[in-house]
Each structure stands twice: as structure tokens, then as C-alpha cells.
């Protein structure tokens, strides 16, 4: 029997999910406003400059736990409707060189 999802039920997970996550930056989180976008995106809009330097100093966190938790791709924050961090939530692999002898 296969279980299907209603539009709420989505909803209401998504809910769970940034619930859980503002709880990991409970001194920051809670305080700003969180978007997550269609194109695996999550935007933080943060009301003080002083939330934003916090939230940049925990940055590697941040982005590891918005990609576990929120499965988002991208991530931005953003004070006064001015984007002031984006980034990757994985690490980007890159190819290394073959050396040649």
C-alpha cells in the first residue's frame, strides 16, 4: 500500500523540517525569516547586522545542516533586501589533475 501525500501534508512537513533547523541556531534563527524556494534554495532574511555576522561565522554548519535537514542546494542570506552570503550547501569536488611523469 503505497502512501500519498496531500498538498497540507507536505506543508506541515516542511514546517517540521525549518522548526528543526531553527532550533540548531536558536540564538539566531528564530528571529529571522526563513523562505525556502522551488529551485532548492533557502533564504534568510535577518532583521539585525548582528545576526547576520553570527550566522556568516557558523556558515560551514549552517550550510551542512541546511542541506541534511531542509535538502536545499543553495543558500543565501540576506539583511535590509540585500543579499549578503550565497552558497553551496556540499562541498564542490573538484577534479584533480593527473601529473605526468
Known amino acids: 500500500m503505497a502512501i500519498e ?7 506541515l512537513l516542511e514546517h517540521y523540517r525549518l522548526e528543526r533547523f531553527c532550533e540548531q ?7 529571522c525569516r526563513l523562505h525556502v524556494q522551488s529551485h532548492n534554495q533557502l533564504t534568510v532574511h535577518c532583521p539585525t547586522p548582528w545576526m547576520v555576522d553570527v ?3 557558523q556558515s ?3 550550510r551542512r545542516y541546511a542541506n541534511i535537514i531542509l535538502g536545499v542546494k543553495h543558500l543565501s542570506i540576506c539583511f535590509a533586501q540585500e ?17 605526468s611523469a
Open 60 to 62: 560551514a554548519r549552517l
Open 5 to 11: 501525500f496531500t498538498a497540507a501534508d507536505q506543508l
Open 83 to 99: 543579499e549578503i552570503y550565497r552558497a553551496l550547501t556540499t562541498p564542490v569536488k573538484r577534479r584533480r589533475k593527473l601529473r
Open 25 to 31: 541556531f536558536a540564538e539566531t534563527l528564530p528571529y
Open 55 to 57: 550566522l556568516l561565522t
